[in-house]
C-alpha cells in the first residue's frame, strides 16, 4: 500500500490576528491563498481572496445604498511571458450605513495551466480611491497521479443543487482564508481530495496533531476507506476545547 502524507499547519488561538494577508494601514486590507487540485488528470489551481469591509470606500447608488468596488487584476507569467491574465472588478455587498460595517467579501477564482514554474502577481485598486496593493508568489503546477490535492479550509458548505465555481466534490465550499482560528471558531472544516492511478484500496486517514506532543489532540481523527481513482473528503472536527496553541492538520 502507498504512504502520502500531508500536513497544514494550524494555529488556535484565544485573540484574532491576521495571517498570509497583505494590508497596509488606512488601505486596503485583504488575505490571499491559493490551492492545487486537478480534474480528469488535469492541474488546476484556486485563488481565495477576502477583503475587510473597513479597508475600502464606498460610494452611494441610486438605490440610496453604498458600496464599495475593486479593480482585480491576476497574472500568471512564464520566463517573462504572460501565460495567462484575468481582469475583473469585485464588489462589495450593498449596505445602507457605512458607520456599521462589519463584515467581509469573498471571491474565489478557477485556473487550468500547463505543468510549470510561474509567478503569480496580483493587484488590488480601490476604484473608488484608487489605492492599490499588491502581491507576487512562485508556485509550480504539476499533475498528480498519486497523492493527495491541498487542504481547503472551509468556512461554510451545502450540497450542490446546482454547479458553480464554488462547487468541488457533490458541495459549494465557502472558503475559510486564513489558518489561524479564535474563541469565536468552534468548528473545523477541510476538504481534499486523494488521487490514484490504479483501484487500490487505502485508507484515509485525516487528525489534528499538536505541534508541540506530535500526537492527536482530543481524538480528533477521522478515517474512511476508498477503493477507486479518486476520493473527495470533507471533514468537519470541534475545536472548541483545544488550548491556545499551535496544531497541524494531518492527511
Known amino acids: 500500500m502507498k504512504n502520502y502524507l500531508f500536513t497544514k499547519s494550524l494555529f488556535i488561538c484565544s485573540y484574532l ?17 491559493i490551492a492545487h487540485f486537478q480534474s480528469e488528470n488535469t492541474p488546476y489551481i484556486e485563488t481565495y481572496l ?92 504539476k499533475s498528480k497521479n498519486n497523492g493527495f490535492s491541498d487542504i481547503q479550509l472551509v468556512e461554510s458548505y451545502k450540497q450542490t443543487i446546482e454547479k458553480n465555481i464554488l462547487s468541488k466534490g457533490g458541495y459549494d465550499l465557502i472558503p475559510f482564508i486564513s489558518n489561524l482560528y479564535n474563541t469565536d471558531n468552534t468548528k473545523l472544516s477541510c476538504y481534499f481530495e486523494y488521487y490514484s492511478d490504479k483501484n487500490e484500496e487505502v485508507l484515509i486517514q485525516s487528525s489534528i496533531i499538536s505541534q508541540s506532543t506530535q500526537k492527536i489532540v482530543n481524538n480528533l481523527i477521522k478515517r474512511k476507506k476508498c477503493n477507486s481513482m479518486f476520493d473527495a473528503s470533507l471533514n468537519t472536527f470541534p475545536i472548541e476545547n483545544l488550548s491556545s496553541g499551535t496544531y497541524y492538520l494531518k492527511i
Open 50 to 141: 477576502s477583503v475587510n469591509g473597513n479597508g475600502v470606500s464606498y460610494l452611494s447608488k441610486v438605490n440610496g445604498t453604498f458600496q464599495a468596488q475593486l479593480a482585480v487584476v491576476v497574472e500568471f507569467v512564464q520566463d517573462d511571458n504572460i501565460i495567462k491574465v484575468d481582469k475583473y472588478n469585485l464588489y462589495s455587498p450593498e449596505i445602507k450605513d457605512t458607520s456599521l460595517i462589519d463584515f467581509v467579501f469573498l471571491d474565489q477564482q478557477r485556473y487550468q495551466l500547463s505543468e510549470g514554474n510561474y509567478t503569480l502577481s496580483l493587484s488590488l485598486t480601490d476604484n473608488n480611491t484608487n489605492k492599490e496593493i499588491k502581491h507576487k508568489q512562485e508556485i509550480e503546477i
Open 17 to 33: 490576528l491576521l495571517f498570509q494577508s497583505f494590508s497596509f494601514a488606512q488601505q486596503i486590507d485583504a488575505r490571499f491563498d
